[in-house]
Nanobody
Framework: VQLQASGGGLVQAGDSLRLSCAASGRSFKSYSAGWLRQAPGKEREFVARISSNGVSRYADSVKGRFAISRDNAKNAVYLQINTLKPEDTATYYC???????????????WGKGTQVTVSS
């Protein structure tokens, strides 16, 4: 599976963005998928994930502002980001096939990131 994220950019606080992730491979629809982000100087963090049948989970820091969705017919997963804040500035990574390792989830497939920069 190959993943290609897009949709990032330079926006102002309060704006919205929709990130897209295009996946190759027929098996994608059977995998969980998600988004992680990494801000400058910080560790990579979980943002949201969605199961193969559409059940979603979010980091507490983004609940109510972010929405993850997927379209298995298009082999795509999306991240709608509303009311952007400067602290949302990060490189956003699309991932697929999550695997539990104790209390943590690791991801088998990673896309190159897309940069989101939010100005105040």
């Amino acid at each position: 599976v190959q993943l290609q994220a897009s949709g990032g950019g330079l926006v102002q606080a309060g704006d919205s963005l929709r990130l897209s992730c295009a996946a190759s491979g027929r098996s994608f629809k059977s995998y969980s998928a998600g988004w992680l982000r990494q801000a400058p100087g910080k560790e990579r963090e979980f943002v949201a994930r969605i199961s193969s049948n559409g059940v979603s989970r979010y980091a507490d820091s983004v609940k109510g502002r972010f929405a993850i969705s997927r379209d298995n017919a298009k082999n795509a997963v999306y991240l709608q980001i509303n009311t952007l804040k400067p602290e949302d500035t990060a490189t956003y990574y699309c991932v697929a096939q999550g695997m539990w390792n104790g209390d943590n989830m690791s991801w088998r497939y990673w896309g190159k990131g897309t940069q989101v920069t939010v100005s105040s």
